[in-house]
């Protein structure tokens, strides 16, 4: 397993303790994983990654407690919708945000139809995913 973490939250003064809400971001493009952890980082989350679906499955195995999956489309092993399925079967309440550089309506529609809390095109625009971000926030009722 290759998550680029190694089980460790990475934010500014959080730890595995915090009430921070926990996004794990599975991408197979290494620039985007690099890119979205900085970003959300800097913004107060809490932050893994994994490089595929099977990975970031591998990793709720071991690690339970995410509050969001950030899911690219299309991904080797596992993609993004299969990933959305198994997310849905085995932890409902993680929220999923799937990306994609291949956005249409019959994804879209597939994604939000097997229960994504939103479906954002790439390049993700920062503002557009800290505005999700904040919506899942409210229902989970994090500060």
Same mark, same amino acid.
């Given at each position: 397993m290759q998550v680029e973490m190694d089980n460790k939250w990475e934010t500014e003064g959080? /730890?595995? /303790?915090? !009430?921070l809400m926990r996004v794990l971001i599975v991408d197979d493009e290494e620039n985007t994983r690099i890119g979205l952890s900085k970003l959300l980082s800097q913004e107060g989350y809490?932050?893994?990654?994994?490089?595929?679906? $099977?990975?970031a499955?591998?990793?709720l195995q071991e690690e339970q407690w995410v509050d969001v999956v950030i899911t690219d489309l299309k991904m080797p092993q596992l !993609?993004?919708? $299969?990933l959305l399925q198994e997310l849905a079967r085995n932890y409902p309440q993680i929220? +999923? +945000?799937?990306?994609?550089a291949y956005g249409g309506v019959e994804s879209y529609l597939e994604a939000i139809n097997h229960g994504a809390f939103e479906y954002i095109n790439k390049p993700v625009k920062l503002f557009e995913l800290r505005s999700v971000l904040r919506k899942i926030e409210e229902q989970l009722a994090l500060p």
């Open positions: 959080a /730890n595995s /303790n915090s !009430n809490c932050i893994a990654s994994a490089a595929d679906g $099977q990975e499955i591998e990793y !993609n993004g919708l $299969q929220h +999923v +945000v799937m990306i994609t």
